[in-house]
């Protein structure tokens, strides 16, 4: 399974960006997908993400500010996030789980800074 994740990079505080999220087979394959994300010298941690057939969930960091979707005709997921802060800035990685195994993209640079 691959991902290929796109979509950072350098925005100002109150701006908006949006990534992407590709996988090489159906999304309807797996148990779970989502988004995480991981600052310089942090651990990496959800932002959203969404079992199947479920609604999306996200952190509370994020909540009424990014919007995670998926488009299975694209086996494509996305982060939509707006009104970034300086404190959203980290590498973003997309993943995928399927029943005890998980699958990393390599994550995209979002860097929040004016």
């Known amino acids: 399974v691959q991902l290929q994740a796109c979509g950072g990079g350098l925005v100002q505080p109150g701006g908006s960006l949006r990534l992407s999220c590709v996988v090489n087979?159906?999304?309807?394959?797996?148990?779970?997908m989502g988004w995480y994300r991981q600052a310089p010298g942090k651990e990496r941690d959800l932002v959203a993400d969404?079992?199947?057939?479920?609604?999306?969930n996200y952190s509370d960091s994020v909540k009424g500010r990014f919007t995670f979707s998926r488009d299975n005709a694209q086996n494509t997921m996305y982060l939509q996030m707006n009104n970034l802060k300086p404190e959203d800035t980290a590498v973003y990685y997309c993943?995928?789980?399927?029943?005890?195994?998980?699958?990393w993209g390599k994550g995209t640079q979002v860097t929040v800074s004016s």
């Open positions: 993943k995928v789980r399927r029943f005890f195994m998980s699958y």
């Open positions: 969404i079992l199947k057939g479920g609604s999306p």
């Open positions: 087979e159906s999304v309807n394959n797996f148990n779970s």
